[in-house]
């Protein structure tokens, strides 16, 4: 999930753009589009902050993660190009994995951002990948146990947040209680080293909590308060930047680890809702939503912000299927799949913009729209001009934050399910074609979990009318031929032209 901030001196609504506003983008994680009230009036989770910034603000209801998965999506957020473009654009990155998937040279939004004069810093989960080196100078990059145990954690670490564009960075490789690496990195080194095998035993037991691989973890690292750290962090920054840099625009990239899996709110949030460890983990996401803008009105910029809030892509697999079952509630809901599948549940996301005296509060928008939208938008907001060479899927949506867009911005849409680019799939208008059998990631005639939503269907590739069937249960790609080969035929051209953004 992603929260975005501009801070400015803005004019009337639908202006024009103004000169070096703030922007603080905040990263939630598995957020479903369900799990909101302000999107599902069924949720079982009150989630009072976000409905306030969407009522506050513009809220989109055709928003989608560029990838189902977490690493391809965060890499085209922060470059703008679909991950499936990049050698190993499909992995999902876990332990000291890596190395980056962003090439050396290529612009980042940070790395925009700090070309126009920002300060920039990055807080929370990276996840695009780095590369830890052994005692011989050998680099590590793998996932496992073994793979931490190999790292010598005196030298400095390659390809993280400050070798793309951001000056300070403090937070987690990966997931951060999921992948064998429990330990904080600021800048490129990691301060305090893991120690000791990570006690299993002494963490929480419930059915949303087994995600937590075995892993190596450091003396100062609080498994159940990691979102906490990160706020307090991101809170320093905010505080300093304005009582040292007051004249200076800075990013701030906050990314969470709620509400990934294993579910561990902090313990003061245990209990909060009636929907169980998932539920108050939402609950608490809530909560620190409510913190940052708490304290962008405390530092007296919140009237002068913009606030963007999203997800990487849709909810996991055990919180939609266990909710389901144990407390009535539906992150995917109302569209079919989840995390890792081509189905809309596995990409469509929230998406909420508020921006004081430019985006008219209390609005929604129709409009067709990716994360990778968010660098070109940006640079739209800033003045910055965006290369040839970058931004190559990121399309300009101010027009339509603003109200003053005349139709469809996009001609169509790209998503990568799970399986990379080995499954595409392509969206113009109401028509979407999954290029490839099946899900395009989870295995529903495989998973025990999964079993009772199996719909055998053994044609090649899949296309659906969303306006007719958002549910994606009537495959037309035997009787509607002509139509998939017309969205056959613009996707191959998008692969093979390199970008489906028209150049600068």
Not at 60 to 68: I, N, V
Not at 306 to 332: C, F, K, W, Y
Not at 426 to 436: S, T
Not at 454 to 468: G, I, K, S, T, V
Request: proline share 8%.
């Amino acid at each position: 999930m992603v929260l975005l901030v501009f801070a400015s001196r803005v004019p009337a609504y639908g202006a024009g753009p103004v000169a070096a506003p703030n922007v603080l983008l905040i990263l939630a994680d598995d957020l479903g589009y369900g799990d909101l009230r302000c999107y599902n009036d069924q949720s079982k989770v009150a989630t009072p902050h976000i409905d306030r910034l969407a009522s506050e603000g513009m809220r989109f209801t055709d928003a989608h993660s560029p990838a189902t998965v977490c690493t391809p999506t965060r890499y085209s957020l922060m470059t703008g190009q679909m991950a499936f473009r990049v050698p190993n654009g499909g992995t999902v990155f876990t332990g000291v994995g890596g190395p980056s998937l962003i090439a050396t040279g290529r612009l980042t939004l940070p790395g925009m951002l700090r070309s126009k004069g920002y300060s920039t810093a990055c807080i929370g989960k990276w996840h695009v990948g780095l590369t830890f080196f052994d005692n011989e100078g050998h680099p590590v990059n793998a996932g496992g146990l073994d793979a931490v145990r190999r790292v010598d954690f005196s030298r400095r670490i390659q390809g993280g947040p400050v070798d793309h564009g951001f000056d300070f960075f403090f937070g987690t490789a990966c997931c951060p209680t999921t992948d064998w690496l429990y330990a904080f990195i600021e800048n490129d080194r990691v301060p305090v080293p893991p120690t000791r095998l990570v006690d299993k035993g002494s963490l929480p037991k419930h059915a949303y909590a087994n995600d937590c691989r075995p892993g190596l973890i450091a003396p100062d690292f609080p498994m159940e308060e990691v979102d906490l750290v990160f706020l307090k962090r991101s809170r320093e920054f905010l505080e300093k930047h304005v009582s040292q840099s007051p004249g200076k625009p800075f990013f701030l990239f906050h990314s969470t680890q709620a509400v990934h899996l294993p579910s561990f709110p902090a313990p003061q949030f245990k209990g909060a809702t009636k929907a169980g460890p998932h539920g108050d983990f939402i609950h608490e996401l809530d909560w620190i939503v409510g913190e940052l803008l708490a304290t962008l009105e405390r530092l007296r910029i919140a009237e002068n912000t913009v606030v963007i809030l999203t997800s990487d892509n849709g909810p996991e697999v055990t919180s939609v299927v266990q909710m389901r079952s144990d407390h009535g509630h539906d992150g995917a809901r109302p569209w079919r799949g989840m995390k890792r599948d081509a189905w809309e549940g596995g990409h469509r996301v929230p998406l909420i913009v508020r921006w004081p005296g430019k985006v008219k509060p209390g609005t929604t928008s129709s409009q067709l729209t990716g994360l990778t939208d968010v660098m070109a938008t940006v640079a739209s907001v800033v003045g910055a001009d965006l290369p040839n060479l970058a931004a190559e899927d990121s399309f300009n949506m101010l027009p339509a934050w603003l109200g003053t867009a005349e139709g469809q911005i996009r001609p169509f849409l790209i998503q990568q399910a799970g399986g990379g680019a080995r499954t595409l799939s392509i969206r113009r208008g109401d028509w979407k074609l999954m290029d490839h059998n099946g899900s395009g990631g989870n295995r529903y005639d495989a998973s025990p979990e999964l079993k009772p939503y199996y719909r055998p269907d053994h044609a090649p590739a899949a296309l659906y009318n969303l306006a007719a069937d958002p549910g994606e249960t009537n495959n037309l790609f035997d009787t509607r031929p002509d139509i998939a080969r017309e969205l056959k035929a613009v996707l191959e051209l998008s692969k093979s032209s390199g970008r489906s953004a028209p150049k600068p």
